[in-house]
């Protein structure tokens, strides 16, 4: 391996001299398109640097689109760098934007596109993503499409649910998240599993009177943590009782009248599973104002984790959700689709984490 001279006496920092001598091999042709570069530590043994050093040069190659990395593979010269008069193909990640700033939704689109994000920028081929709710003049390689209950209007058809036959006449690669519809790709949480392991953590600590609030079911995730739900109370021998499952929004407000009504009841629930962090928010606030003590009257299981976010008086159980594990694997899905690389019909479900904290175990 041929290699230039670290120059120590120069005042630059080493890894931009590493990352120069790195460019000049690639510009020089020594290292052709989709070439396998040396690894980090041939090429800590060449510059006769620190790992950390060669590390941060390769890194600063990967974000300029000269390299990029395959995870067990190492790292390859990009095309991108010689054709830089062609613009980049690009994804775009649908969802909804809000009358209102709402910071908890908010922060799970974030997390959603900082997933995609973090795969599109370890590969080549001159990826980006853009976030929006509708199609421009630019036609996007392909299409990132999330559903939710969240929308205030109607602007958009695909979202408000997602809408099977649309996406199936799109001439578009596109890869749904939270939703799986017969022969379009897509990510989705097992949320039936993860309603199951909240009754059945509920169940351990003596409960048997289980309130549940039931929203949109037009909304694939909701319709399938309810049937968890159901599934949980008869594998645990508890019988369904209707004056259990309470109508509610997906919003505080509506949880917080949802779990009044529960409360009130001759003989209320020991606990409630708000199939949502807004809405567990709401019972929360119902139980203080009613004097219901929270867990030593009342055990409350949101589902979703935004504690970073929201810091409620009790800290609260709950499933959380592998968002940006699912950004990450929806890029990766919608690439490999692109190139034509994976069937058109795959889907992967993830795993749910119930989080346990004192809102159930005092």
């Known amino acids: 391996m041929k290699v230039s001279t670290i120059n120590h006496k120069d005042p630059s920092p080493l890894y931009l001299q590493v990352k120069d001598f790195i460019l000049g091999e690639i510009k020089s042709g020594r290292y052709g398109i989709d070439c396998l570069i040396p690894s980090e530590n041939e090429l800590v043994r060449a510059y006769g640097v620190s790992q950390g050093t060669v590390r941060r040069a390769l890194l600063e190659?990967?974000?300029d689109g000269y390299l990029y990395r395959r995870q067990g593979k190492g790292t390859f010269v990009s095309s991108r760098w010689i054709?830089?008069?062609?613009?980049?193909s690009f994804v775009k990640f649908f969802f909804p934007m809000f009358e209102e700033q709402d910071q908890i939704f908010d922060r799970h689109h974030k997390e959603l596109a900082r997933g995609i994000q973090s795969y599109l920028s370890s590969i080549s081929g001159g990826y980006e993503m853009l976030i929006d709710i509708v199609l421009d003049e630019r036609k996007p390689g392909g299409l990132v499409i999330q559903e939710t209950p969240f929308i205030k209007?109607?602007?958009f058809d695909l979202l408000n649910p997602v809408n099977p036959e649309i996406l199936r006449k799109l001439t578009t690669p596109c890869v749904t998240i939270h939703r799986h519809i017969p022969g379009i790709p897509g990510i989705r949480i097992d949320n039936s599993k993860g309603a199951e392991s909240v009754i059945k953590h509920l169940v351990e600590y003596g409960h048997r009177r289980i309130g549940f609030l039931k929203n949109r079911q037009d909304y694939a995730d909701t319709q399938e943590r309810f049937t968890g739900y159901l599934a949980a109370l008869a594998d645990n021998g508890l019988p369904y009782e209707e004056e259990l499952v309470m109508p509610s929004s997906w919003y505080g407000e509506g949880a917080y009248l949802a779990a009044e009504k529960l409360l009130s009841l001759?003989?209320?629930p020991s606990a409630i599973f708000a199939p949502g962090w807004q809405m567990a928010l709401g019972v929360l606030k119902a139980a203080k104002d009613k004097g219901v003590d929270v867990p030593g009257d009342l055990a409350v299981v949101a589902f979703d984790d935004l504690t970073e976010l929201y810091k409620p008086r009790v800290p609260l159980t709950t499933i959380k959700q592998p968002v940006f594990e699912m950004g990450e694997k929806a890029a990766k899905m919608l690439i490999d689709l692109v190139d034509g690389e994976r069937?058109?019909?795959?889907?992967?479900?993830?795993?749910?984490?119930?989080?346990?904290?004192?809102?159930?175990t005092g």
């Open 61 to 63: 190659l990967v974000k």
């Open 83 to 88: 054709e830089s008069n062609v613009e980049p």
């Open 153 to 155: 209007g109607a602007f």
């Open 266 to 268: 001759p003989k209320p």
């Open 343 to 360: 069937a058109g019909s795959e889907h992967i479900t993830l795993q749910p984490q119930l989080i346990i904290r004192r809102s159930t």
